[in-house]
Antibody, heavy 120, light 107 residues
C-alpha cells in the first residue's frame, strides 16, 4: 500500500524559493518514478517534472525548466522539489505522485498535497 | 501543445445519468483517464484507458472515447458523486495533460 506524506503549507515572498518534501513508504522506492504536479485554484492539475528514484534521472516540463529541481534521498525514501523565483502565479497545491510505470500515463496514488502561497 | 476542453459545470438529478465530456483534437487516438476530486482532497482515479475502472470504483462509472470527444458517464447519480472531474491524457509532446475540470452538481 503506497503511503505518501507531504510537507506542510508554505508562504513565500515573490522572488523567493520553496522546497517541498514527499515521504514515501509501502513500496520499493527505487523501482518508481515520482512526479510533481501542481494545481492552481480553480484549475486542473499541471505536470511539473519527475525523477527516476532508481537512477536519479530527471525530466522537467518546459514551462518550469530552469526554475524547478527534483532530487531524492534513498536513505529516507524522500523526494524533494524546489521551485525558485516564485511569482504570485505559483500559488497552488503541489502534489507528489509516484508511479511504477510512467508509460501507463495515469496516476493511482497521490500525496495529500502541499499548499504554497506566494504573497508580499 | 495538446489541449483538453471540459464544460465548467454539469448538473444531474439524483438517481439520473450524468455525462461529462472532454474535448480534444482526435482524442480518439489517445487513452483518456478520469479523476474525481472532492474539495480539499487530492484527485482520485475513477477510469483509466477510456473504459477501465480501478478496484473500488462502482460500475456506475463508465467511459467512452470517439472522434474528438471522450465522455465520463455516471449512472444513478448519488449525492456522494458531487465533485470536480478531470480528464487527462499523455501526449508525446506535452506529456501529461489535464482538462480544466467539470464541477458535477447532484440536484
Amino acid at each position: 500500500q503506497v503511503h505518501l506524506v507531504q510537507s506542510e503549507a508554505e508562504v513565500r515572498r515573490p522572488g523567493a524559493s520553496v522546497q517541498l518534501s514527499c515521504k514515501t513508504s509501502g513500496y520499493t522506492f527505487i523501482n518508481y518514478h515520482v512526479l510533481w504536479l501542481r494545481q492552481a485554484p480553480g484549475q486542473g492539475p499541471e505536470w511539473m517534472g519527475l525523477i527516476n528514484a532508481g537512477n536519479t534521472k530527471t525530466k522537467y516540463s518546459q514551462k518550469f525548466q530552469g526554475r524547478v529541481t527534483i532530487v531524492r534521498d534513498t536513505s529516507a525514501n524522500r523526494v524533494y522539489m524546489e521551485l525558485s523565483r516564485l511569482t504570485y502565479e505559483d500559488t497552488a497545491v503541489y502534489y507528489c505522485v509516484p508511479t511504477r510505470d510512467i508509460l501507463s500515463g495515469f496516476f493511482e496514488d497521490w500525496g495529500q498535497g502541499t499548499l504554497v502561497i506566494v504573497s508580499s | 501543445s495538446y489541449e483538453l476542453t471540459q464544460p465548467l459545470s454539469v448538473s444531474v438529478a439524483l438517481g439520473q445519468t450524468a455525462r461529462i465530456t472532454c474535448g480534444g483534437d482526435n482524442i480518439r487516438d489517445y487513452s483518456v483517464h478520469w479523476y474525481q476530486q472532492r474539495p480539499g482532497q487530492a484527485p482520485t482515479l475513477v477510469l483509466y484507458r477510456d473504459v477501465n475502472r480501478p478496484s473500488g470504483i462502482p460500475d456506475r462509472f463508465s467511459g467512452s472515447n470517439s472522434g474528438n470527444t471522450a465522455t465520463l458517464t455516471i449512472t444513478r447519480a448519488q449525492a456522494g458523486d458531487e465533485a470536480a472531474y478531470y480528464c487527462q491524457v499523455w501526449d508525446s509532446t506535452a506529456a501529461w495533460v489535464f482538462g480544466g475540470g467539470t464541477e458535477l452538481t447532484v440536484l
